[in-house]
C-alpha cells in the first residue's frame, strides 16, 4: 500500500510525466496501463530534457521498477530505440517490466492508422499515426498479437496469417496498398524477441504482490479524461481507456486496492488533433499561451490547439475518475495577464449547462461562459510555498478548487522538477 492512480484531467498533455517523476522518489514501481507510444512525456531533470513515448516516467526515478501494464499497445522497435537512447544517456533501465499480456502493434497497423486518416479527408481524427487505434480494434476482434505469442513461432505464424487475411483485402483492395507478407511481419516482431524476454512477466501478479509486501505503486495514464475511449469526446478520441477505471483493468490490480486518484489539470487547456474544444482561442490570447507556455507536441511537433481553463471539464474529470486530488500545472504561464478568464459553464443554444452536456453535437455547439479573475505580473517560479504566490495567484488557485470540488494538492511553477509547490502530501499523508 499504496496504490495511487495519476491522470489527465482535460486533453492530454497536462504535465503528467513531470508529476510522476516528482513522485518517483517516493513509490516503489510506476505502471503505464494504456496507450503507447502516441503519449509524450517531456521530463526535465536539472538541465537535461527528457521525452519519453512508450516508457513509464518512473524509468528516470533510480530505484523504481517501471511496468508496461497488459493494457498498454506495444511497438516493440520504439520499445528498443527508447532503451538505447536512454542507456546511451546513462539511465538504467534494466528493471523495467513486460507484462505477457500487452498487445504489439504490428507494422501494418502504422501503415493503416495513416491510410485510414488520409482516405477520411476531413473527416479524419487528427491521430498520431503511430497504430493505436487498429491495434487496439485487433484486440476487440480478438486478432490481435500480444507480448507472449513472440515465444510461440507456430501460434505466431497462424495469428498474423489470420489478422493478414482481412487486412491484406483492405489494403489491397480499399486502399490500393501493396499487400503483406507474413514473413516480413514475423521477422520484425522477431527482431528484439529475445532481448526483451526477460522482462516479460505476469505483471498483475508481480503488481498485486507488491502491494501484498506494502509497496507503493503509482499508476500513470497516458492521454486524458477526454480522449478516453468511453468518456471523452467520441469519436474525436484514443482508442483506450485513460480514465482511473483503466488502471485496474489495464493493470490486473482490483479497484478496491486502489487509494488515491491524482487528477494532472492544466492552468489552461489545449488539445492536439481534431474535435470539439469549447475554450478554444483563435487570437492572440491562444498565440500567447502557445508560446509562453511552448504548447508544441512532443511526439508529433503540431502546434497544440490552445484555450482557457474549462472547469466543465474539471468537474466531469474529477466525477469520472473519482478525484482525489488535484495538481495545477503551468501556473507560471499564466503570469502577466490583465484578467484570467476561466469557463464556469457552457451556453448552448441559450440553455446552462453546468455540467458536461451528455449530446455530442451540444459540446461542438457550446459556447463558453467565463469569470474573469484579476492577474499578476510576478514572476512565480521561485515560489516554493502556496503563501508565496502573489495574492491574485491565490486566488485564482483557490477559485478553481472551489469550481471544481476537490483540492489542489500540488501547483507547478516551472518545467524543472523542484519547480513545483506541495501543498498537501499527494502519497495519502
Ligand atoms: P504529459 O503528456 O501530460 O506528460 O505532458 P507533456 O510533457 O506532453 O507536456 C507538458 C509540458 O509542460 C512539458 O514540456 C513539461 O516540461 C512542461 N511542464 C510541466 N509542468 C510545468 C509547469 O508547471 N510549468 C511550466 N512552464 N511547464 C511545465
Ligand atoms: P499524452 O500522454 C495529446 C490524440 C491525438 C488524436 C487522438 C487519437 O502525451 O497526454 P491516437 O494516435 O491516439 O489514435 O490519436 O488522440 N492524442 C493525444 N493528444 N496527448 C497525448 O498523449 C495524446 N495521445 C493521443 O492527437 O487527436
Ligand atoms: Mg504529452
Known amino acids: 500500500m499504496p496504490a495511487i492512480v495519476l491522470v489527465g484531467t482535460q486533453w492530454g498533455d497536462e504535465g503528467k510525466g513531470k508529476a510522476t517523476d516528482l513522485l518517483g522518489s517516493s513509490v516503489d514501481y510506476v505502471v503505464k496501463f494504456n ?29 523504481v521498477t517501471p511496468v508496461i501494464g497488459n493494457g498498454v499497445v506495444v511497438d516493440l522497435s520504439v520499445l528498443i530505440e527508447e532503451l538505447d537512447a536512454l542507456e546511451a544517456r546513462g539511465v538504467d533501465t534494466s528493471r523495467l517490466l513486460l507484462s505477457a499480456n500487452a498487445h504489439v502493434i504490428p507494422p ?29 480494434a485487433d484486440k476487440m476482434s480478438r486478432v490481435g498479437i500480444r507480448v507472449q505469442d513472440l515465444y510461440d513461432e507456430s501460434i505466431l505464424r497462424q495469428k498474423i496469417e489470420a489478422a493478414l487475411e482481412v487486412k491484406n483485402q483492405v489494403l489491397l483492395k480499399i486502399y490500393n496498398r501493396r499487400a503483406v507478407e507474413v514473413d516480413e511481419v514475423m521477422t520484425e516482431l522477431l527482431l528484439h524477441a529475445e532481448r526483451i524476454r526477460p522482462m516479460v512477466i505476469d505483471t498483475g501478479l508481480r503488481l498485486n504482490q507488491a502491494l501484498d509486501d506494502g509497496k507503493t505503486v503509482l499508476f500513470e495514464a497516458g492521454q486524458a479524461t477526454l480522449l478516453d475511449v468511453d468518456h471523452g469526446t467520441y469519436p474525436f478520441v484514443t482508442s483506450s481507456n485513460a480514465t482511473s477505471g483503466g488502471a485496474c483493468t ?69 466525477r469520472v475518475n473519482g478525484l482525489t486530488d488535484v495538481v495545477i500545472t503551468k501556473l507560471d504561464v499564466l503570469t502577466g495577464l490583465n484578467t484570467v478568464p476561466i469557463c464556469v459553464a457552457y451556453d448552448v443554444r441559450g440553455t446552462k449547462h453546468d455540467e458536461m452536456p451528455v449530446n455530442q453535437s451540444d459540446v461542438h455547439h457550446a459556447k463558453p461562459i467565463y469569470e474573469e479573475l484579476p492577474g499578476w505580473w510576478e514572476d512565480i517560479s521561485a515560489c516554493r510555498t502556496f503563501e508565496q504566490l502573489p495574492a491574485n495567484a491565490q486566488a485564482y488557485v483557490l477559485r478553481v478548487e472551489e469550481l471544481i470540488g476537490t483540492r489542489i494538492s500540488a501547483i507547478g511553477v516551472g518545467p524543472g522538477r523542484t519547480e513545483t509547490i506541495q501543498r498537501f502530501g499527494l502519497l495519502g499523508d
Open 35 to 63: 496507450g503507447g507510444n502516441n503519449a509524450g512525456h517531456t521530463v526535465v531533470i536539472d538541465d537535461q530534457t527528457y521525452a519519453l513515448h512508450l516508457l513509464p516516467s518512473g524509468i528516470l526515478t533510480p530505484g
Open 108 to 136: 501494418y497497423n502504422r501503415v493503416l492508422d495513416k491510410v485510414n486518416e488520409r482516405f477520411l479527408g476531413k473527416r479524419r481524427l487528427g491521430t498520431t499515426g503511430r497504430g493505436i487505434g487498429p491495434t487496439y
Open 250 to 318: 489495464g493493470s490486473g490490480v482490483a479497484p478496491t486496492r486502489i487509494d488515491s486518484v491524482i487528477g494532472i489539470l492544466k492552468a489552461y487547456s489545449t488539445r492536439v488533433g481534431e474535435g470539439p474544444f469549447p475554450t478554444e482561442l483563435h487570437d492572440d490570447s491562444g498565440e500567447f499561451l502557445r508560446k509562453t507556455g511552448a504548447e508544441y507536441g512532443t511526439t508529433t511537433g503540431r502546434p497544440r490547439r490552445c484555450g482557457w481553463l474549462d472547469t466543465v471539464v474539471g468537474r466531469y474529470a474529477r
